[in-house]
């Protein structure tokens, strides 16, 4: 019996009619017209109300919206606000790739998003550098005829060159308005606190004062009071060990969540990451925990096809209802045995009773326990 040949979309192909695009590149910023923020404001309905059919895909075992399929839409809807943005008249394709470098913050204020409620996203660019662009989005579900607001999403979005090879400039983006200009104040304050975060990081300077003394108590508490030594430690009540506290999973990645690039697609991996982020918090916390909040997840480098995906989830800080998830992702090459880091997640989740306190042992420990510390602070203040 002869098999019909597969009608496979050619990537190849693809990237050959990509290459041809590199004329429609600007060499310089100021040869793109400058847009408005309301010339790449979208509205996207998904109707999970007057649609069932698509409900199924939604829809988790608690009877409520998968924030993982949401994660994927978030991060899809901010590329087509960028090309919404960049869109040239005269051009019938977009000479841009346009990747999701960061997901700066996404906030939740409901702890349920329901199945059977059709949702609206909006969002529009909302700050500019010269090859990157802010996106704002915020997502809202209808209840009695009205749109209530369910979450705001800040992500970033990078343009590169046709084959996906190197940064390429965007329009300029021009605020009209007092609110406008503070929002792009705004964009420009993230941008800057960015780099303050990453400049102060653990993995580059020590800790505070403070924290080095949050982690000196930490360990005299967990000393065993009978013996004199360093090396014999005590788990104190309604605590657990930070190691006895992660998860770990692996994904082989297959064609069908790749992009035209032949990688995989950044909403893919976030809905992953914070599928395993969710089962380490409910294991931890011993009951249903929600999201509150997703930050600095930053997209180091792209996952290609094929790529054996391994992901670390670690409970690394609670307090009171909190807890704090951080999501390792790297990939495994089997043929080099190299493992390379492509993402950091970090996610805040609560639970609907009080969770024990994690405790680091080691020094490595410790550093994640003070990270984990700083980005639910971080958090907390927003909320």
């Known amino acids: 019996m002869q098999h019909a040949p597969l009608d496979e979309w050619d990537h190849v192909q693809a990237m050959q009619e ?43 075992v608690h009877n409520s919206v998968r924030f993982g399929r949401i994660l994927e839409d978030l991060d899809s809807l901010g590329v087509l606000i960028c090309y919404t943005h960049t869109k040239q008249e005269a051009q019938p394709r977009s000479p841009l790739s346009i990747v999701t470098a960061l997901v700066d913050k996404i906030n939740l204020c409901k702890k349920i998003i329901y199945p059977d409620c059709d949702i609206k996203f909006t969002g529009n660019v909302s700050w500019v550098g010269k090859t990157s662009m802010e996106v704002k989005m915020h997502m809202l579900q209808l209840h009695d005829g009205d749109y209530s607001p369910v979450l705001d999403a800040t992500f970033v979005m990078v343009a590169r060159d046709p084959e996906n090879k190197r940064p390429a400039f965007v329009n300029p983006l021009i605020p009209e308005s007092p609110e406008e200009e503070e929002i792009f104040k705004q964009g420009e304050f993230n941008k800057t606190k960015r780099i303050d975060f990453s400049t102060a990081s653990l993995l580059k300077m020590a800790p505070t004062a403070e924290e080095r003394n949050i982690v000196h108590d930490i360990f005299l508490n967990t000393l065993d009071t009978r013996t004199v030594s360093f090396r014999s430690r005590v788990l104190p009540p309604n605590s657990v060990w930070m190691e006895d506290a992660k998860l770990k999973s692996l994904q082989i990645c297959h064609p069908q969540e790749r992009n035209i690039f032949n990688r995989i697609f950044g909403g893919f991996l976030m809905r992953k990451a914070f599928e395993l982020g969710w089962a380490t918090a409910c294991s931890c916390g011993g009951s249903r925990p929600f999201i509150v909040s997703v930050d600095d997840i930053m997209f180091q480098r792209p996952v290609e096809v094929g790529s054996l995906l391994l992901l670390s989830a670690q409970v690394c800080y609670t307090e009171k209802n909190y807890i704090q998830v951080r999501v390792h992702s790297e990939v495994y090459d089997a043929d080099t045995r190299e493992h390379q880091t492509t993402n950091i997640f970090h996610f805040t989740f609560i639970s609907e009773k009080e969770v024990p306190r994690v405790v680091p042992k080691t020094y490595g420990e410790s550093m994640l326990y003070l990270d984990g510390k700083r980005h639910f602070t971080a958090t907390v203040k927003e909320i």
């Open 18 to 60: 990509r290459k041809a695009l590199h004329t429609l590149l600007a060499k310089r910023q100021e040869d793109l017209p400058p847009r408005r923020m309301k010339d790449s404001y979208l509205e996207v309905i998904l109707p999970l109300g007057s649609q069932p059919e698509i409900r199924e895909k939604y829809l988790n």
